[in-house]
């Protein structure tokens, strides 16, 4: 079963609003990322938050995490039409050196 | 290179042929993955490749697939007799040392479609 699994699985808000997607993962990890993607491409690196972290910022971007839940949440504020696209989080699994990507959410906004 | 890159970008091919896509990392990574991502799915790992070491294969779907890679430069993923299933963008990923957790730097991926 996948570690990271994404909620919703897709989001559709107006341009301006703030969209807030959640994960949830399984075992312990060192660190949780969130990727984006673009029209079923490639992956982007967005933010990396390390397990002794609860909060990061990057510009629009703020990602929470709370190990004892084992959930991450990113919240982008402000959105524009150039946000829409998938957003997927990555764990890196205990004892290899893989990621771990969850389903991902579809987000789409509306101008 | 600047980045990842892949070749073919899109790949067209009948059923029970085989096929080869290309992976050049970005220059001094060591570590190099693969993923399947099928239409509107998340990704799923293929292969972990990490320096001279033995590379991890443990993603792969059947002995169809394989892949192979030439110290810390290209690499190549080879499916063999594709089937119909096999249709999915294939997505490869560098990272400096392949260490737990490392950010990952994607190409832009293959599109394979078999008919």
């Known amino acids: 079963s996948q570690q990271g699994e994404e909620d919703p699985q897709a989001l559709s808000i107006q341009e301006g609003e703030n969209a807030t997607m959640n994960c949830s993962y399984k075992t312990s990890i060192n660190n949780l990322q969130w990727y984006r993607q673009n029209s079923g491409r490639g992956l982007v690196h967005l933010i990396l938050?390390?397990?002794?972290?609860r909060e990061k910022h990057s510009g629009r971007l703020r990602v929470t995490l709370d190990t004892s839940k084992k959930s991450s949440s990113l919240l982008i504020t402000a959105s524009r039409a150039a946000d829409t696209a998938s957003y997927f989080c990555?764990?890196?699994?205990?004892?290899?050196?893989?990621?771990?990507f969850g389903q991902g959410t579809r987000l789409t906004i509306n101008p | 290179g600047a980045g990842v890159s892949q070749s073919p970008s899109n790949k067209v091919t009948e059923k029970g042929k085989d096929v080869e896509l290309r992976c050049d990392p970005i220059?001094?990574?060591?570590?190099l993955y693969w993923y399947r991502q099928r239409l509107g799915q998340g990704l799923e790992f293929l292969i972990y490749?990490?320096?001279?070491?033995?590379?991890?294969k443990s993603g792969l779907p059947s002995d169809r697939f394989s892949a192979e890679r030439t110290g810390e430069s290209v690499s190549t993923l080879t499916i063999q007799r594709t089937q119909q299933e096999d249709s999915a963008v294939y997505l490869c990923?560098?990272?400096?040392?392949?260490?737990?957790?490392?950010?990952?730097?994607f190409g832009p991926g293959t599109r394979l479609l078999v008919l």
């Open positions: 990923a560098s990272s400096g040392t392949g260490a737990r957790g490392e950010t990952q730097y």
């Open positions: 938050i390390r397990s002794n972290e």
């Open positions: 490749f990490q320096g001279n070491s033995a590379p991890d």
């Open positions: 990555a764990t890196d699994a205990a004892g290899a050196q893989k990621l771990v």
């Open positions: 220059s001094g990574h060591t570590a």
